[in-house]
């Protein structure tokens, strides 16, 4: 067991201490200079605010969660729910879920009514849903450029979260000796 893996070891009980015990925290990764937190209760994370922001001063570490793969909605019946919970007029364009972390990406015109106040719309969808959204705007004319681009990011997103993976472990390793 590398020095890594011990130190992402103490920083799940860690996290198992300070979270309350309806919440199961099944791993702990490194990606890029994030701590990935995956659980089977994200809705429970996403209904406690305070909770994320506790646990990063605490740990003082940028923390994100995502829900274990085992605890996704399948995603034609997660489409449904999530159009029902964003408003009309916010003019979503396009839904695209990335079963591997867990994310859903929203396209729509006016990004912020997904959003809502102060987060509330995105929280929302993760209590109904359990995704975690990511919000981008629709560009204002359609574009080859932003479409090509887009594709490229979906398409090597798992070579993404590998390398982030990589680099994490890197940046959280034993210091070197002079």
């Not at 089977?40 to 506790?54: E, H, W």
């Not at 729910?81 to 964003?86: A, D, G, L």
């Not at 102060?118 to 981008?136: A, D, F, K, N, Y």
Request: proline share 7%; no cysteine; charged share 35%.
């Amino acid at each position: 067991m590398s020095q890594v893996d011990k130190q992402l070891d103490t920083l799940k009980s860690e996290i198992e201490q300070e979270i309350p015990n309806d919440i199961t925290v099944t791993d702990v990764k490194y990606e890029g200079p994030e701590l990935v937190v995956y659980t089977r209760d994200p809705k429970r994370f996403a209904g406690d605010g305070d909770l994320i922001r506790r646990l990063a001063s605490k740990l003082r570490k940028r923390i994100t969660v995502r829900p274990d793969p085992s605890a996704l909605s399948p995603p034609a019946r997660a489409e449904e729910q999530v159009r029902e919970v964003i408003p009309e007029e916010a003019g979503v364009t396009d839904l695209d879920f990335h079963e591997d972390t867990g994310e859903v990406v929203i396209e729509a015109e006016k990004p912020g009514m997904v959003i809502g106040r102060r987060g509330s719309t995105l929280r929302e969808i993760t209590q109904e849903v359990g995704w975690t959204p990511e919000v981008v705007r629709t560009p204002p004319i359609e574009s080859s450029t932003v479409s090509n681009v887009r594709g490229f990011l979906k398409n090597e997103r798992e070579e993404r979260r590998d390398i982030l993976e990589r680099v994490g472990r890197q940046i959280h390793r034993e210091e070197m000796s002079d």
